[in-house]
């Protein structure tokens, strides 16, 4: 009675495996419709903090990620072939989940640094940004950022903000925040006195009707924003810049940030 058992498991398997190969040969639906052939795209999993207006966000309308970053790299993906599989992530972690193989890039306002050359490879700058310091509208105490020693400072984990934060006053006065979203509100709900950022989100920001918020002092720190890539994953660092060559040279480059900043490239 085994053996008849085994045999007709052996039999079963057989013919899974014939109906299998009869399936792979038909033609799949979409593609017997257009007529195309159906090319299966590589995915290009990339990951970001969509917490950063105006360049990854949730569009409060359609509760779809939006943002600069997020149509640069859906055009990237569409000039290098690649289908484009975008997840939202705390920023503290995207370098992690790179070198974990979790996703294949990381675009989130991510600026270039030294340190974080170390571990990844990034991709032609992209954005020229810098650090600045966001004050209540009220406050006229704390003018730039030598005068915020002592000062209790709210900033996002992992940034360079938070970098930067912690040269001017010790840590114990700092608060970190997974977004940075949360580190606005808290200056806002006067729970801190500054928040050091990226000047283009504190700009937005303040724009977006939140004129309680003011900006002081100068641009901090002279910041480049890069796609960054594992290290080992060097053909997807060369497709990725070769797109973003092609996109500016086009013009597409171009009309994305003008849609999103109001003015030419810098
Ligand atoms: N440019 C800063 C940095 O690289 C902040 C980026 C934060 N990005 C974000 N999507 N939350 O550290």
Request: with cysteine.
């Amino acid at each position: 009675a085994v053996k008849f058992a085994l045999l007709a498991l052996m039999l079963l398997s057989l013919a899974v495996a014939a109906v299998g190969c009869g399936g792979k040969e038909a033609p799949k639906e979409p593609a017997k419709e257009t007529g195309k052939q159906d090319v299966a795209k590589t995915k290009l999993v990339v990951g970001a903090d969509a917490t950063f207006a105006p360049f990854e966000f949730t569009d409060p309308a359609t509760g779809k990620y939006t943002g600069f970053d997020v149509e640069l790299i859906q055009a990237i993906c569409e000039e290098a072939g690649y289908e484009l599989d975008f997840r939202s992530m705390g920023f503290d972690g995207l370098i992690a989940a790179l070198q974990t193989n979790q996703i294949d890039a990381v675009i989130s306002g991510m600026t270039i640094t030294e340190d974080r050359k170390k571990i990844v490879n990034f991709s032609e700058p992209y954005y020229k940004s810098g650090l600045v310091v966001a004050v209540q509208e009220k406050n006229n105490q704390i003018k730039n950022f030598d005068e915020l020693q002592g000062k209790k400072i709210a900033v996002q984990s992992g940034t360079t903000g938070a970098l930067h934060a912690e040269k001017a006053t010790s840590k114990d006065k700092i608060t970190y925040f997974t977004s940075s979203d949360q580190a606005m509100l808290e200056l806002k709900n006067g729970a801190v006195d500054a928040v050091v950022m990226d000047y283009p989100v504190t700009a937005y920001f303040i724009q977006q009707g939140n004129k309680d918020v003011k900006m002081v002092g100068e641009i901090l720190s002279a910041e480049e924003y890069g796609i960054a890539v594992p290290k080992e994953k060097t053909e997807t660092l060369e497709k990725i810049n070769t797109a973003l060559k092609t996109l500016k040279e086009n013009g597409k480059y171009g009309e994305i940030y003008k849609k999103w900043f109001g003015e030419e490239p810098k």
